[in-house]
């Protein structure tokens, strides 16, 4: 066990990644719903709290396309397994900009609404591109479309910053997609080489993060997809692990709940200081994880981050989409408690 008296700043020893099971009136009673949900979170002893995200339908489509020059489409593949019905994806259509601000109003009711510090979360710059590719893109020159993403985000986190945000999560699955061959081939045919994207992406983040206001701790989310417990992806996340963390983000929630990761050893590639959450349950199943098996997990991520940098939490969002995963809201919290008490035991 570490003992520490020290007042963490996020992300917390037990951390969530955002996405929460709505309940029927969410639709008609969002306030109502959203204070509820904050209060259980707060009760279970988390101290990153989110919305659960009901102030939207998807994880990245409701952040995306208010951004001038985005608009969606039907999804053309590859395709979640299990389910007929399939997200739509982002393409740039004309010139991007952060025309308005973009969900700020829903962070400010977050912040008002909870004691404890408000976690914010918004899509990467990477899922401008990633689905669609170079195919999806109405720019010319790529370096303009990447440099007015960049841009973008920078005034999207001081537009957060200036309301009074200080964690904000980029939620990315690109890195780990291009861990996946199939997700390799397919970027080929929308026009892009995979080898070379991991770096691109990770260059754009680095380009937001110099911007980034003071005070402002930003994360990365990364998985294998998470649509009605469903996925996309799978492999380890050798391929693409030096360019993810040469991003420059304060930390990393990734997914290591199943053999679709592969195992700790990329880790070793994680910059002194930054952190990494260890997505180590489930939000896929209703079966609750083992406490001793995740305690082992964490011994053996040990190997490659200190115990120090390393902190605990579900492995994606538990409704990353209005349709939710396969488990019900008491499963869901079972699963959040199992967090916060492991969490306390290993970092006391």
């Known amino acids: 066990m570490l003992a520490s008296a020290e007042v963490m700043k996020p992300p917390f020893r037990a951390d969530h990644v955002g996405s929460l099971l709505r309940p029927p009136y969410v639709k008609t009673d969002r306030e109502r719903a959203i204070r509820e949900v904050v209060a259980k979170q707060e009760a ?13 339908d998807w994880w990245h489509l409701d952040f995306l396309t208010q951004l001038e020059g985005v608009t969606a489409r039907q999804n053309p593949g590859p395709k979640f397994g299990g389910t007929e019905e399939q997200p739509p994806i982002p393409t740039v259509t004309g010139k991007l900009r952060y025309a308005k601000p973009v969900m700020v109003a829903d962070f400010e009711f977050l ?3 909870t004691r404890r510090t408000a976690k914010f979360t918004i899509p990467s710059p990477s899922m401008l ?16 479309f990447w440099a007015d993403a960049a841009k973008a985000y920078r005034e999207a986190l001081a537009a957060f910053a200036a309301a009074g945000c200080t964690y904000v999560q980029l939620d990315d699955v690109a890195f780990a997609y291009l861990c996946d061959p199939k997700i390799r081939e397919q970027a080929r045919r929308n026009g892009d080489d995979p080898d070379v994207l ?16 003071a005070g402002l701790t930003v994360a990365m989310h990364t998985c294998r997809g998470n649509f009605k417990s469903a996925w996309v992806a799978e492999g380890g996340y050798e391929p693409v692990a030096e360019a993810m963390f040469s991003s420059g983000v304060d930390a990393f929630f990734m997914e290591f709940d199943t053999e679709r990761a592969g195992g700790f050893e990329p880790l ?6 930054k952190k990494v959450v260890l997505g180590l349950v489930s939000s896929k199943t209703a079966r609750l994880e083992d406490k ?3 305690e082992q997990r964490i011994e053996q991520a040990a190997k490659y981050v200190p115990l120090e940098d390393l902190c605990l939490s579900p492995q994606c969002g538990f409704s990353s989409t209005h349709h939710g995963n396969a488990l019900t809201p ?8 199992l967090v916060v008490q492991v969490a306390r035991e290993v970092w006391g």
């Open 198 to 213: 991991p770096a691109r992406y990770a260059k754009t983040i680095r380009d937001v993060m110099a911007g980034r206001p």
């Open 292 to 294: 001793a098996f995740i």
């Open 330 to 337: 008491d499963e869901q919290w079972k699963k959040l408690e």
């Open 111 to 113: 912040k008002r609404a």
């Open 268 to 273: 070793r590639y994680v910059p002194a200081g």
């Open 44 to 56: 279970i002893g988390l101290q990153g709290i989110t919305d659960g995200e009901f102030s939207r």
């Open 129 to 144: 591109h990633l689905r669609a590719g170079r195919a999806g893109i109405a720019y010319d020159d790529m370096e303009k």
